[in-house]
């Protein structure tokens, strides 16, 4: 059975219904980052709520679904709105069962293969942010939470170059709300963009996302999702 959560706001505000996501799950099924999705956008009318509702969720993203048939969503993060996502899309995409999804940025194609979700996206489509690449991924792993500095910090390293597996944290560095991204999957479009390559990669606790470079300088990006318990 598909677990539901139903928020219980502090205001009189209706209460939305939400499905609650775990996106780029690890195999064994840990892990993830949450994603709340919020099926019927019509509860939450406009940026004021929308963006009220997500930062109080808390979540990396909150996705607002306007037409579920023909995948319009509209992407939250705690302070700001999105154009595009990485871990939104591919859970929306996986929870919808749509072909497509489209977004601000454009129209994002959808593909099922066995227990993985692909998105295919552009990386022009990522905000800027800084990849840094450490020497090993113990480098990566020594790391406070957040790291000195302003700005979106990707930090990865090596844990097998030739076989594409990639060491990541990502640190959004922008407000108090979000401290570290458990799995971000617009980093990972840019860092396979910058590397031209298929990666591997394992962020967080243990997340793990899969990439592939497309055609037309597109990208492919994969994972698997659960419901959160």
Excluded: K
């Excluded at 859970?91 to 998105?119: K, M, P």
Aim: some cysteine.
């Amino acid at each position: 059975m598909n677990a539901r959560v139903t928020d219980q706001p502090r205001s009189a505000a209706p209460a939305p219904h939400l499905d609650v996501l775990r996106v780029f799950c690890a195999g064994d099924g840990r892990h993830g980052n949450p994603l709340g999705v919020v099926r019927d956008g019509r509860s939450h009318r406009g940026q004021g709520p929308r963006q009220a509702l997500a930062d109080r969720l808390g979540h990396s993203e909150t996705v607002f679904v306007d037409d579920p048939e023909r995948g319009v969503v509209d992407i939250y993060a705690p302070g700001l709105r999105l154009p595009f996502a990485g871990h939104p899309l591919v859970g929306a995409a996986w929870l919808l069962d749509v072909e497509s999804l489209q977004v601000e940025a454009g129209e994002v194609w959808v593909r099922q293969d066995g227990e993985f979700t692909w998105i295919t996206a552009r990386p022009e489509w990522v905000p800027p942010r800084a990849l840094r690449q450490y020497a090993s991924p113990a480098e990566v792993d020594a790391l406070p939470a957040p790291p000195p500095g302003e700005g979106r910090l990707y930090a990865w390293a090596w844990e097998d170059e030739a076989a594409g597996r990639v060491r990541a944290r990502a640190f959004p560095r922008r407000d108090e709300a979000v401290v570290e991204d458990e799995a971000t999957g617009a980093a990972a479009l840019l860092l396979t963009a910058e590397l031209g390559r298929a990666l591997n990669i394992t962020q967080g606790r243990g997340s793990q996302l899969l990439t592939a470079p497309a055609r037309d300088g597109e990208i492919e990006l994969g994972g698997r999702v659960r419901f959160a318990s």
